[in-house]
T-cell receptor, first 113, second 112 residues
Framework: DAMVIQNPRYQVTQFGKPVTLSCSQT?????MYWYQQKSSQAPKLLFH???????NEADTPDNFQSRRPNTSFCFLDIRSPGLGDAAMYLC????????????FGPGTRLTVT | LAKTTQPISMDSYEGQEVNITCSHN???????ITWYQQFPSQGPRFIIQ???TKVTNEVASLFIPADRKSSTLSLPRVSLSDTAVYYC?????????????FGTGTQLKVEL
């Protein structure tokens, strides 16, 4: 089945230690998204790629970076995680003309110690 | 930025029909209305989308009045497994109109 895969499902990192979360998709969608979701809150868009075009949300901290080496893969890099970055990180994909119908992965829950 | 307003929570019993209403007074002409469902520790899942009148699929129905300033997600005969957060969104990420953004959502709890 076509899907969005996120690895790992759970990640523990230390305060200030860089961490990378990965996402892959078999849907062949042009658009990939990264969301942050804190406990009992709605998902918050961090950035997205239209193909290789990177689109950063205005309020996304510089601490968060992303890479998309090819259509199938996208990475979220947190350069210096703080305690406030502990959250669920969700990857999603969509076709270019239907960015309101997004397919989400299961998420990676990040713990910062 | 489209502002949507939904009830924070709703309770229901198995077998009942549940209707969750969302208001979106500043919906733009080009905006579609989209609903997502999210279970704990999972990513949201697209449920249904509509522009006007009524849309029905195997999971739910979506009712949209003529002025499009609100919409109602209808879940027929809910079961325990329908316990989840339901998000109403309007707009698209790009292309004019409102920007697609997740609001606070409605926590639906279904009991026996």
């Amino acid at each position: 089945d076509a899907m969005v895969i996120q690895n790992p499902r759970y990640q523990v990192t230390q305060f200030g230690k860089p961490v990378t979360l990965s996402c892959s998709q078999t849907l062949n969608h042009n658009v990939m998204y990264w969301y942050q979701q804190k406990s009992s809150q709605a998902p918050k868009l961090l950035f997205h790629y239209y193909d290789k075009d990177f689109n950063n949300e205005a309020d996304t901290p510089d601490n968060f970076q992303s890479r998309r080496p090819n259509t199938s893969f996208c990475f979220l890099d947190i350069r210096s995680p703080g305690l406030g970055d502990a959250a669920m990180y969700l990857c999603a994909t969509s076709s270019r003309d239907r960015d309101d119908e997004q397919y989400f992965g299961p998420g990676t829950r990040l713990t910062v110690t | 930025l489209a502002k949507t307003t939904q009830p924070i929570s709703m309770d229901s019993y198995e077998g009942q029909e549940v209707n969750i209403t969302c208001s979106h007074n500043n919906i733009a002409t080009n905006d579609y209305i989209t609903w997502y469902q999210q279970f704990p520790s999972q990513g949201p899942r697209f449920i249904i989308q509509g522009y006007k009148t009524k849309v029905t699929n195997e999971v739910a129905s979506l009712f949209i009045p003529a002025d499009r300033k609100s919409s109602t997600l209808s879940l027929p005969r809910v079961s325990l497994s329908d316990t989840a957060v339901y998000y109403c969104l309007v707009g698209r990420l790009t292309g004019g109109g409102n920007k697609l953004t997740f609001g606070t959502g409605t926590q639906l709890k279904v009991e026996l």
